[in-house]
């Protein structure tokens, strides 16, 4: 999810919920303690030089259970940051705590933010002599084919 898309969805909701990807929620009384322009700068495995830039946002639970988070105040925080960071629409990626801190993606399903899983992935497979997964191709059983 980019930043623009966010703002949007923040505009149209009344409370924010971030869902982690087993199910559980993230407590309600959740801080967004930073909002940042990270830039990784690299060379991958085949020897180019690549460049990506993400927004991410750190959220945190305390010990303040009546502390909420809206909408509204989210947005603020973001324009803030977009200000005063010289952010773009760049793609968001979320930081929570769990038994180290987890690194996420961000969807939404209508109702509450999606922190989905992220993955390692080489760039580069070509180089590297990683052949490419074969597409499935659609299998289809006809009288005489052999396959039923």
């Not at 303690?33 to 495995?45: L, R």
């Not at 750190?58 to 324009?79: F, S």
Request: glycine share 8%; with cysteine; charged share 30%.
């Amino acid at each position: 999810m980019k930043l623009s898309e966010i703002v949007k969805i923040l505009g149209e909701l009344k409370q924010i919920e971030f869902k982690l990807p087993n199910g559980e929620l993230v407590p309600e009384h959740f801080h967004v303690t930073e909002i940042g322009k990270i830039t990784k700068h690299f060379i991958d495995c085949g020897g180019t030089v690549r460049n990506e830039e993400v927004v991410n946002f750190q959220l945190w639970d305390a010990n303040d259970y009546n502390h909420r988070l809206h909408p509204e105040k989210l947005v603020d925080i973001i324009e803030l940051s977009k200000n005063k960071l010289n952010i773009g629409d760049l793609e968001i990626e979320v930081e929570f705590q769990g038994e180290t801190i987890n690194k996420f993606g961000l969807d939404f399903d209508g109702t509450s933010f999606l922190l989905t899983n992220k993955h390692t992935d080489c760039l580069a497979k070509d180089s590297c002599g990683v052949e490419p997964e074969p597409k499935q191709e659609e299998i289809s059983c006809t009288p005489g084919g052999g396959c039923c």
